[in-house]
């Protein structure tokens, strides 16, 4: 039975781990307010070192459709434009010359479905790595010298634990589709 405590410990890290790359994943599709979070894929070319915009400016939000890029050397601002509008992330960055910010315009209804369709894929893609982890999981108790009852219980509690993840990923997944589609 101590191996089939670590399969389980095992399964649950795995779907713990699912669920936050699912977190993740959320996290950089907009929901109609800016965040700063919305920068994290553009990278600037540093002297020389391609470094993430985060890590030679402070990126903050002045209000819920403005993003504000205060860059600690303020040389690099042309870079950072030029950055922004590289990442095709449909932003018009405005140099005021101590910073650059960038206006997010509202999200059209096309626009909204569509990141509702992101949201539902990336949830999907969460829930298939947790049934795979199931698999993976009642594969290795079958190699256990378990009784038939206790196969029988050993792959009800993994079944539970799925189910448990699952619903974990339905109701985060009713979240942001509520959080995308409201205006």
Do not use: C
């Amino acid at each position: 039975m101590e191996d089939f405590k670590i399969i389980i410990d095992t399964i649950e890290e795995l779907m713990k781990n699912s669920v936050a790359h699912l977190d993740k994943s959320f996290l950089n599709i907009r929901a109609g307010k800016a965040t700063p979070m919305m920068l994290n894929s553009v990278s600037i070319d540093y002297f020389g070192t391609n470094t993430p915009l985060n890590q030679v400016a402070n990126i903050n939000t002045p209000n819920s459709q403005t993003i504000s890029v205060q860059p600690w050397d303020k040389s690099i601002i042309p870079e950072i434009e030029k950055a922004i509008i590289t990442s095709n992330l449909g932003f018009n960055p405005m140099n005021n010359g101590e910073s650059v910010i960038i206006n997010v315009p509202p999200l059209t209804e096309d626009r909204r479905k569509d990141l509702v369709k992101q949201a539902k894929a990336e949830a999907e893609n969460s829930k298939i790595s947790i049934r795979t982890s199931r698999k993976e999981a009642n594969s290795e108790i079958k190699n256990l010298s378990l009784s038939k009852d206790e196969m029988k219980n050993a792959e009800l509690d993994i079944q539970n634990l799925t189910n448990n993840y699952i619903s974990l990923i339905d109701e985060k997944l009713q979240v942001k589709e509520k959080e995308i589609m409201t205006v």
